[in-house]
């Protein structure tokens, strides 16, 4: 095992790493603001209402993370329509397609998870709430959302781990991410087994701080299910 050529690589690892944080960051809190009201429009019980955001839901989850991306980056480079748009500097740049990308991949998957957890609201907390005057937009603020997001909360940190592996797709289109860092140290070494086993390390570290802060959360949200102790 050549450990020398990982540890003389360890910057590009380091900068692969803080890219890759940088476009999961970004994508979940951009997803996470723009998922709240698809699902909204997609839990209505109107078609005219549904219909939109449930199309977007099912094209995202429908379709790989990859094609998406390919389609944002070299899909609309090639119309000279965008070319001479105000979006050509942004659609140019490999990252901000690759953040586009993510960003609407992982609002599809969190608009499905919140979709669902806003239908399972029991039907007596909506009353309950109607009854002492709340307007709907206020239920929706207080009772139902609040409510929403504490039962999506496991289903969603799946997904944050889903984007976080997802996105090594981000090294295919020039990115120097993790992916990235160790297509580099393989073609300059052709070491493959250790320059990817050394990003794996690193996406499993990340995994595991995920998934631990998500059981911190899980235990604050969670605690009033918890025995009181006499």
Known sequence: ????????????????????????????????????????AAASHNPLVY????????????????????IIYYGFAQFQAVQESFLWPVLKEAYWCALIAFTLNTAGYTSEILRGAIRQTAFGEIEAAKACGMSAALVYRRIILPSAFRRALPAYGNEVIFM????AVAGVITIVDLFGAARIVNSRHFVPFESFITAGVFYLCLTFMIIWAFKRLEKRWFAYLRPREE
């Open 1 to 40: 095992m050549d450990v020398e050529a990982i540890v003389s690589n360890l910057p590009l690892y380091l900068e692969g790493l803080w890219i890759t944080v940088q476009l999961v960051v970004l994508a979940l809190a951009a997803g996470l603001v723009l998922s709240v009201p698809i699902a909204i």
């Open 51 to 70: 219909a939109l955001p449930k199309t977007y839901i099912y094209f995202f989850r429908g379709t790989p993370l990859l094609v998406q991306m390919f």
């Open 164 to 167: 976080l592996h997802g996105s």
